[in-house]
T-cell receptor
Framework: QKEVEQDPGPLSVPEGAIVSLNCTYS??????FMWYRQYSRKGPELLMY????GNKEDGRFTAQVDKSSKYISLFIRDSQPSDSATYLC????????????FGTGTLLAVQP | ETGVTQSPTHLIKTRGQQVTLRCSSQ?????VSWYQQALGQGPQFIFQ???????GRGNFPPRFSGLQFPNYSSELNVNALELDDSALYLC???????????????FGPGTRLTVL
């Protein structure tokens, strides 16, 4: 079993839709949770990070962490064609070696 | 503030050769991590350098090695290249302070390595 599971998609939505992206994980020791956006053939770009359980909002993006269910989500409101990319969830333990454990990524296409 | 930079952008090598990839960390960041991203997969942690010493390693063989320099830039060296080493190699840097600042990492554009 992978430590972090993420539906690879692809997910196709019309412009203006609300998008929900999700990851589940198995290790309760994870402390920090991140979402990265990666355009084709580019490096991942940090969108949001959350420490422990709770919600965090930044513009059209909302990140949620439910540690009791080992489940994290990213919501995108009023989706735009420019949001079309692969979205990667990532987590780490917050210890001395803050290595990131990634999901496989979900490919999102927002249709104009 | 200058972001993470990597060179070269693309590289083609043949099986058995050796390769060196380079990374300059973001200004103010003293920790550098390297990741391998195969096509259609999430990045996999190779190793991390902090204050010029290896500070954690993923499940990669010893032919993957690295260096960090006093200016916090870093190199990834791969010896005896194999076909499966074809991937996007990503460098990420993070701040020296604790908590969330240290946990979050900022990535460069990557070096795409093709092994023939």
């Amino acid at each position: 079993q992978k430590e972090v599971e993420q539906d690879p998609g692809p997910l196709s939505v019309p412009e203006g839709a609300i998008v929900s992206l999700n990851c589940t994980y198995s290790n309760s020791a994870f402390q920090y949770f991140m979402w990265y956006r990666q355009y084709s053939r580019k490096g991942p770009e940090l969108l949001m990070y959350t420490y422990s359980s709770g919600n965090k909002e930044d513009g059209r993006f909302t990140a949620q962490v439910d540690k009791s269910s080992k489940y994290i989500s990213l919501f995108i409101r009023d989706s735009q064609p420019s949001d079309s990319a692969t979205y990667l969830c990532a987590m780490n333990y917050g210890g001395a070696t803050n290595k990131l454990i990634f999901g496989t990524g979900t490919l999102l296409a927002v249709q104009p | 503030e200058t972001g993470v930079t990597q060179s070269p952008t693309h590289l083609i090598k043949t099986r058995g050769q050796q390769v060196t990839l380079r990374c300059s960390s973001q200004s103010g960041h003293n920790t550098v991590s390297w990741y391998q991203q195969a096509l259609g997969q999430g990045p996999q942690f190779i190793f991390q350098y902090y204050r010029e010493e290896e500070n954690g390693r993923g499940n990669f063989p010893p032919r993957f090695s690295g260096l960090q320099f006093p200016n916090y830039s870093s190199e990834l060296n791969v010896n005896a290249l194999e076909l499966d080493d074809s991937a996007l190699y990503l460098c990420a840097s993070s701040r020296p302070s604790g908590g969330a600042s240290r946990a979050t990492q900022y990535f460069g554009p990557g070096t795409r390595l093709t092994v023939l």
